[in-house]
Each structure stands twice: as C-alpha cells, then as structure tokens.
C-alpha cells in the first residue's frame, strides 16, 4: 500500500529554519516525481516544489525560491523540505505528493504537517 | 507564469443535483489539467487527469472536458460524500504546476 507520512511540523518564530520531512513506503521514490503542495490557513492549495525521479531537475515556487530546498534520501526512502527565513506567510499545512508518471497528476498524498510562523 | 482561474469560487446544492466547476488557464495547456478532491483535514484526492480521464476507483459521476485555456468539471448527481472543495491544476508548463483557487460546494 502506498503511504506517504509527513512529518517537522511546529511552531517556529519569523525568520527561524525548519525541515519538514517526508517518509514514503510502499513504493520507491527515486523511481517517481515528487512533490510539497501548501495550503495555508483559509486559503487554496499551493504547489511548491518538484523533484524529477533522477533528481537533475528540481521547481520551486517562486514564493519560497532561495529560501526551500527540497531534497531526497534515497536509502531512507523520504523526501524533505529544509525551509529558511521563514515568514507569517509560511504558515500552512504542507503535504508530499506523489506523481503518476503516465498521468502527471499527483496520485497519492500525505495527510500533511502544519507548519505555524508567528512571534 | 501560467494562471489558472476557477469559478465559481463557493456553490450550494441539494444531494441529486447536478454542478459544473469551470477552470480558466491564461495559456494554451493543451489537456495538461487535473482535478482533485479536498476534504478538512483529509488528504487531496486525484479524481480526474489530462482533462477528461476519470481515475480507477472514482465514481463515473465525476467527468472532466476542455481543451486550450476552458475546462469543466462536473458531478451528475450530487452525493453526500461529495460535498467538499475542488481544485484544477495544470501541468502543461513547468513551472509553476498551478492549482485554481478552489471551489467549495456546500450543501
């Protein structure tokens, strides 16, 4: 069974750092595209990062270039979303999202991590 | 970058009902477009990609067309289980892979 778990999610002051991890099983995930999609408090969903099946090509939104990075331990099985100089605007539920190659659709999700900016 | 623009933005309906959600994208993306289900606190769920296919296991209630920059969502006969947000996402120019604003339909 396919399950993505996400999981760094906590209260963080403006301008702090935070990884937010996110741990795959049931598939490989250097074997598909994977994603982090936002939704922030009362808001609509946000896609915020991409991650090609061989690593070489990694997208940001431009609302988080410079200050996310997203990255992949392959013998770990997980993703992860290093995010720095953290804003109030940060502040949402981020959730990992795998992509169906032959869809390009993002086929199975996480239940997300909420991630709180505030001082 | 590509804007996609969803309408309308909220919509009430009666369990029997029949609903359409329209997507706008600002650029040609051809049928690279994707509808999903949220529900508070559950985790989005693929219903229809490329347009118009209707993913294994959801109901043929739900159906998808469009092509270019206008598509459309539609559920034939509202269930009680439906009531919940929509979201378009297109994937025909990277990046971003923008998602609509979102429609939520409420009973």
């Known amino acids: 069974e396919v399950q993505l778990v996400e999981s760094g999610g906590t209260f963080v002051q403006p301008g702090g750092s935070l990884r937010l991890s996110c741990a795959a099983s049931?598939?490989?995930?250097?074997?598909?595209?994977m994603n982090w999609v936002r939704q922030a408090p009362g808001k609509g969903l946000e896609w915020i990062s991409y991650?090609?099946?061989?690593?070489?090509?990694?997208y940001y939104a431009d609302s988080v270039k410079g200050r996310f990075t997203m990255s992949r331990d392959n013998a770990k099985n997980s993703l992860y979303l290093e995010m720095n100089s953290l804003t109030v605007e940060d502040t949402a539920i981020y959730y990992c999202?795998?992509?169906?190659?032959?869809?390009?659709?993002?086929?199975?999700w996480g239940q997300g991590t909420l991630l709180t900016v505030s001082s | 970058d590509i804007l996609m623009t969803q309408s309308p933005s909220s919509l009430s309906a009666s369990v029997g009902d029949r609903v359409t959600i329209h997507c706008q994208a600002s650029?040609?993306?051809?049928?690279?477009l994707n509808w999903y289900q949220h529900k508070p606190g559950k985790a989005p769920k693929l219903l229809i990609y490329?347009?118009?296919n209707l993913r294994t296991g959801v109901p043929s209630r739900f159906s998808g067309s469009g092509s270019g920059t206008d598509f459309t969502f539609t559920i034939s006969r509202l269930q009680p289980e439906d009531f919940a947000t929509y979201f378009c996402?297109?994937?025909?120019?990277?990046?971003?892979?923008?998602f609509g604003q979102g429609t939520n339909l409420e009973i």
């Open positions: 650029q040609d993306i051809k049928n690279y």
């Open positions: 049931g598939f490989i995930v250097n074997h598909y595209e």
């Open positions: 996402q297109q994937h025909g120019h990277l990046p971003p892979k923008a």
């Open positions: 999202a795998r992509e169906d190659p032959s869809a390009v659709a993002l086929d199975y």
């Open positions: 490329d347009a118009s």
């Open positions: 991650i090609s099946s061989n690593g070489a090509t990694i």
